[in-house]
């Protein structure tokens, strides 16, 4: 479904990735991880078409999306969940929804914001309240719901699991797996290896801005080097 081939990027003169590829089939949950600055979030802001990349291809569904505007990528159900939320403070919980619809969905907008309401009844409780005095958790929640109003074909979290409690991250992510179970293929950054190589089918480690560690979950999980650098074991 996607395909990233020996992209090329950084910013102004100093580079930031190195010949990185990466494959996301139909269905699949896809692990992209790695420590702080490796370059986990440049790729997919090239990916979803915010920087063009110096060398390389990005293709999704079979297209070359290279050089495509990030919101024509949108509205080919590409969506990216960014980091950090970026949610609207000053909107109440459903008009951060209704927004998510704007390039795409817009038809079903009813019907969508009462499924993001099915994955989260919390949001729904709160619908009419400022999003910025949502707990962190529940700014994550909206975040993600707000993904989903677009009806995503593929979706892409940016760290979903910065700041939240063990429990929470353990809840957000077998959400991830039902999201999964419905028809949605999913890549996930991560730093959190464990709990990301849980539910994920594949993962890649980046190093350094380049391919480093691949393999599924399995591979990795029981992969010595995995263990040593980024397990504790
Ligand atoms: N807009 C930008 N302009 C200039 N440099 C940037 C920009 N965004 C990221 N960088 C740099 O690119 C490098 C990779 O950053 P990136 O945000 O991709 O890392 P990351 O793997 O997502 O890290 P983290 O896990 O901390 O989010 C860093 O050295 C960072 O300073
Ligand atoms: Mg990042």
Redesign the pocket.
């Known amino acids: 479904m996607l395909s990233v081939v020996g992209l090329e990027a950084?910013?102004?003169m100093?580079p930031?990735?190195f010949n990185v590829s990466l494959n996301v089939f139909p269905g699949e949950i896809v692990a992209v991880l790695?420590?702080?600055?490796?370059?986990?979030?440049?790729?997919i802001?090239h990916v979803v078409g915010m920087?063009r990349p110096n060398a390389g291809r990005v293709l999704f569904d079979g297209e070359d999306i290279t050089q495509e505007k990030a919101d024509a990528i949108v509205g080919r159900g590409l969506i990216q969940v960014p980091?950090g939320r970026r949610i609207f403070p000053n909107l109440s919980v459903q008009e951060n929804l209704t927004l998510g619809a704007y390039r795409r969905g817009g038809k079903n907008i009813v019907a969508n914001i009462e499924r993001v309401y099915r994955y989260f009844p919390k949001l729904k409780l709160r619908h009419e309240q400022l999003a910025g005095t949502l707990s962190g958790g529940e700014q994550q929640m909206l975040a993600i719901g707000r993904g989903l109003m677009s009806e995503p074909k593929m979706i892409m979290f940016?760290?979903p699991s910065?700041g939240l409690s063990p429990l929470l991250v353990a809840e957000m992510f077998e959400l991830f797996s039902r999201l999964r179970k419905d028809g949605l293929t999913i890549l996930l950054?991560e730093?959190n290896l464990a709990q990301s190589l849980e539910i994920a089918d594949r993962a890649y480690v980046?190093e350094n801005?380049r391919n480093a560690i691949s393999g599924t979950a399995k591979e990795l999980l029981d992969s010595a080097d995995v263990r040593k650098a980024y397990l504790g074991m």
């Not at 790695?34 to 790729?43: D, E, F, I, P, Y």
């Open positions: 950084g910013y102004a100093l930031v990735l790695g420590s702080n600055g490796v370059g986990k979030s440049t790729l802001n920087y980091e940016d760290e910065l950054v730093q980046l801005g």
